[in-house]
């Protein structure tokens, strides 16, 4: 039950949305990637979960499967073999998915109003019902996250199961996760706890650990626990210092606005039209299509119409 | 059946459709407020307890079913999660645990008793209470025909050698306990579980 008082932000709406609930708390999904082991438990809850199932792939020669995100799989595993310099492999794991950021690209492109909601509490969602399709969330999003479906033309990504925490569950992922490297909890919460981690990981000689919450998109509900922060292009290309692409804002804050203004001004002038010079004068004879072969209705009335009018007056005439 | 448009028609159509959608893209979206994503699937669910059929660690799960058990309602699993009161798993799952609904609901799951008498290759569907009368039965024979109760040296061993029994790897401590006294009272003495996978 997703109580709409809570949308903070719509997609193409222009008004306001309620904002008096300022103290429902922010979550966040904290991921601590230096204990994944991999094991992939978090992207099977998702699918049973949300009831989506992905077509059994084909090994690309890694760990990963499926090897992409879809429309079926909103999460998964990224694995990736890093040399470090010392010579030794480390094995980077990053469960990737729906970053939920705080000024969310998708939902900023997104044409469809009402097809992207974010929630007080921080969470963005799709209205897939509302969704057109038209892809413009995935060129907004800085993450390469969501997926148009080939069946039916609808964009889906990772809810942070809104519908879990609605009710005040944590994200099923969360919750089966074996190694606990995810947790859930209030957003100030999850920082004091990665603060920790990373205190930890700086003691077992990982100078560069960190917490990624890029500033670049407001910050993000789902954060990143990495032993590289001063690298996370290693992890399977995360952006160092993700953006909304420009383009978004071209066409949301120049092209739209101008375009919408001229489509008004041409109806506007229409209607200025119609009411000075009045509607065009209907030929009777008029084109028909699509009655080929239906004599009745191709037939000439004008002839019938000329009797009844004459007519008429005769009536008149005999009373 | 073909639909008449007459041209007129079809440009009133078309100039309708491009006014609704500017007015549309200007903000008067013609559109209820009440915005629902998806609604939590467990609300009424019956909710019940049990343990990871899969390895020896013997994970706790809920087991959601639709029907809340009213006699018409036939009750049917619709979702599994981790049991967060067990002191195993406390709520967690490995992917093979997370993935139990599918194994409930797998069209190769085995169902029911099945035998496949001694020469045939073909299995056949059996009822409980022939299985249970088959194995008890065939369980007697042997006892009754191997069951040793001295050694050479004549001391008592009171050993069965022949049969052997392999126990489940869900068992909490108590079932655990129970299945010993049941397997080493019969004098059984080759006795494993699936702890060791």
């Known amino acids: 039950m997703t109580n709409p008082q809570n949308i903070v932000r719509r997609s193409a709406t222009t008004t306001t949305p309620p904002r008096v609930r300022e103290e429902v708390e922010e979550v966040a999904k904290l991921i601590d990637v230096s204990k994944c082991i991999g094991c992939k438990a978090c992207q099977v809850a998702c699918m049973e979960w949300n009831d989506i199932r992905d077509e059994v792939g084909i090994v690309d020669g890694t760990y990963n499967n499926p090897t992409d995100l879809t429309e079926h799989s909103w999460t998964v595993m990224r694995f990736t073999e890093h040399e470090n310099p010392a010579g030794d492999l480390e094995w980077l794991i990053r469960k990737d998915g729906c970053m939920h950021c705080a000024e969310p690209g998708c939902l900023e492109a997104c044409p469809a109003p009402g097809a992207i909601v974010q929630y007080a509490n921080g969470i963005v969602d799709f209205d897939s019902d509302k969704c057109i399709g038209c892809g413009y969330c995935v060129t907004g ?150 009655a080929e072969g239906e004599e009745g209705y191709l037939r000439d009335t004008r002839g019938e119409e000329a009797a009844a009018t004459v007519r008429d007056p005769a009536k008149e005439e005999e009373r | 059946m073909s639909i008449r448009v007459t041209r007129r028609g079809f440009f009133k159509l078309g100039a309708a459709g491009v006014a609704s959608s500017s007015m549309a893209m200007m903000g008067f979206a013609p559109e209820a407020a009440a915005a629902s994503v998806r609604q939590f699937k467990l609300t009424h669910t019956r909710e019940t307890r049990n343990i990871c059929t899969y390895c020896s660690v013997g994970c706790g799960v809920l087991i959601y079913s639709r029907g809340d058990a009213a006699k018409n309602a036939h009750q049917q699993i619709i979702h599994i999660e981790g049991d967060p009161d067990h002191p195993v798993s406390r709520g967690a799952l490995c992917p093979k645990g997370a993935g139990l609904l599918d194994y409930v609901k797998s069209p190769s799951r085995l169902r029911f008793p099945e035998v496949r008498e001694p020469g045939t290759s ?68 080759a006795f494993d579980n699936q702890a060791r996978v």
Request: aromatic share 8%.
């Open chain 1, 141 to 290: 999003c800085p993450f390469d996250i969501p997926r148009i479906s080939k069946h039916d033309s609808k964009s889906y990504k990772c809810t942070l199961c809104s519908d879990r925490v609605s009710v005040g569950l944590e994200p099923a992922c969360v919750k089966t996760c074996p190694t606990g490297c995810i947790e859930f909890g209030s957003k100030d919460a999850m920082l004091i706890r990665a603060a920790k981690r990373v205190d930890d990981l700086k003691a077992r000689g990982f100078d560069q650990a960190g917490i990624y919450d890029p500033a670049g998109v407001g910050g993000t509900h789902v954060m990143y626990v990495l032993h590289h922060a001063d690298e996370p292009g290693l992890y399977a290309g995360l952006p160092k210092d993700p953006r909304i692409s420009p383009l978004v804002g071209a066409w949301k804050g120049v092209t739209k606005p101008l375009m919408s203004a001229i489509l008004g001004i041409t109806a506007f002038a229409g209607f200025i039209h119609y009411v000075t010079k009045g509607p065009k004068e209907e030929p009777a004879d008029e084109e028909v299509f699509g």
């Open chain 2, 122 to 189: 073909e299995w056949k569907r059996i009822s409980w209470d022939e299985a249970l009368t088959r194995i008890a039965r065939h369980i007697k024979t042997d006892r009754d025909a191997n069951f040793v109760t001295t050694d050479e040296q004549g001391n008592t061993v009171n050993h069965w050698a022949t049969t052997g029994f392999l126990a489940a790897s869900a068992s909490s401590n108590e079932s655990g306990y129970l299945t010993h006294k049941v397997v080493r009272s019969l004098g059984m003495v």
